[in-house]
């Protein structure tokens, strides 16, 4: 991509009332606009990092065997009178009546719809296991939308559903979801810790939240720090093995949010140098709630037995958007965004310090379509906006990886590679820039 | 993909209340399921093909020079007032309270919020020309939802809108769009034929509709056959060069809808033997509105004279969940879907005739792995549905190629290879079928 094609929105200053770093720095870079409250716009930059990241979820979903399906926004009331949830679920739900007096809502949340789709067709125990998810735009009518995406009202969330015969069963499925999370937050560059957490409106036995570490965090945390410190279990997982003892690994050890924190066991369970006590974003949810849908809902299976049962569910939930925020919380600096190399807008940012001259012109358009053909999806600065300027755009936009092109350095043969991150600096060939930066490990 | 593990609920019987074979075959095939009148969920085999569609429809934009972008499913009412839509548009706006008190809209089209995303970032003609882009859920509260996806409450649409400086520039961004359009819909495996339309409620003085001719189209359309007959411009047009030359060649020959159709010129243009009257089934149309938004909304730019007007627009639209419902129209017979193969929701079906005999087993799963790994995207039908109920499945489904796999043919060394959309068979070696399958001919 070209910048003076491209649609990239800077702010000069910092926008009076966004009160943590992600939310600033999302309208300075130009990613979002907010159209109402808690309802925004994705602009170009910001909806490339989007859909890299609705990406990496939906790879660790199918890896998992789940199966993706689109469920509307919208849904019939009468759905939700089923289960009991249309009266209970309060302001939140936006409630909507058509021309024809017809009570529907958008959705915040889908057990009943894919309740209702699973007991359309699916009778039997030979029908199971099953995952079904889909990655939709939810709405959650918020008293108080606040910090941008983080807790927007119109969010991008991607939930599964299980189906399976009985409670054992419905454990192997939470726990590949429990896996796959762990993975999925690995290649998003974040530690995400799993803790013990509260079911909430969705009800249910068993749950946990996927958290990360941020001082912005909406609520405080109390884990083992050895916890932060695991790896996650890594792409070549079995997901037909068994799973239990890379979940106990993590479970065994004291992680709880606010609401399920027991001081005293934490005190007796935990090492003193490892009780961590910290604020917390959740990016995740799961639950295993057994019948609770399928009972109301009629979600009946014909087990082995010939006898007919409720299907036993759980849910399991991914902040899509709201992942963007976290992982600006976790990777930024007083620059801008520093985003993982995994959901970077571009790969590399290619700077040209004076356009129009020829050899700087030639030197950048040769880097650029090296880059373009080793995938490497490259934003070219060609615009007619002085260094520093350019200088200071690509910090905010978090591209991992620059490479600065001038007429003075071309002279001596040189170009200028700088890491975001690290912003280590080094001057070196032009063919050696791009043998680095077209290589795999530029990539990681 | 397994078929045991994915969720494909096929339906034996017809259903009753589809009246036009789109939409049968749709929810024979268990592809989406009606939720509420007009909206529907997209199962598993729907939602591949929606994706297919969609990244084609986005490749096209891009190759354009689109820029793609999000913005949200819900509006404030208030950009509506401003642009004076907010009362004309009817009872077709689904029109919505939150608990503030404050008016949403699900939004019906983007007109009004895109312009106010340009007016709050662009101000010289120095950001010209700029075309971008969403594809996002929209909402039209039809008062008699029909025919499936193909007039659906709730629809997926692609919407581009154009920034120019003046009318001639303005043109130019029209060109661009029409020549994309006439490669997406050819990439589709669609014959789009573009006629001169009414502007309806988008308004404008210039406007095209791309056209399908099928016999259940929604209204009658009069053109020189010779249009359908035209090739499309190609992956290799310059978009940066004169597209006058290509749009001039398919706009100067007669081609109308009903509302703009004149018979007597018809009559005087075209040759008797070319003058064709048929259905037609809307899948793309295109405005220039000039500066119908941009002046009411205050969306003015500075022209190099140093004085502010209003910037000239056009809209651009494809309805991406209708194609569906048009190519199954354009490309299916009694047995089911035939679909192209770029959008073909698996690209090889592989039908394993008895499985648990170990040798056809691992004929179809060696087959299998050098399919996913040609990237041939296969479906493995493993399970133990009788072979006539496996073939039927598959014709229904609509598969381009399908391998059929079972212990007699094995013991001969041979499997038997069936191309869909001729129905032709013949026997071939594993390996051979193989070489063919996964060679690039087989992706055309």
Redesign the interface.
Known sequence: MRLS???L?VLKETPADAQIVSHRLMLRA?MI?Q???G??????LG?RV?KKIEQIVREEQDRA?A??????????AD?WRESGRYEDYG??M?R?V???E?D?L?GPTNEE?IT??FR???RSYKDLP?I?YHIQ?K?R?E?RPRFGVMRGR?FLMKDSYSFDLDEASARRAYNRMFVAYLNTFDRLGLKAVPMRADTGPIGGDLSHEFIILAETGESEVFCDSALVDMGAPGLDVDFDGDLQPLVDARTSLYAATEEMHEAERFAAEVPEERRLSARGIEVGHIFYFGTKYSAPLGANVTHPDGKDRPVHMGSYGVGVSRLLGAIIEAHHDEAGCIWPESVAPFGVGIINLKPGDADTDAACQSAYDALVKAGKDPLLDDTHERPGGKFATMDLIGVPWQLITGPRGLKEGKVEIKRRATGERFEVSLESALSQLTADQAGK
């Open positions: 094609r491209f649609f929105p130009g606009r159209e109402a409250a309802i925004y716009s994705w602009l170009p909806f989007l065997g199966i993706e399906l689109l469920m509307p926004t919208l849904q019939p759905l302001k939140e936006l909507i058509d021309r024809h017809r529907l958008y719809m209702a789709i359309s067709y699916c099953k079904l735009w709405f009518d008293i119109e």
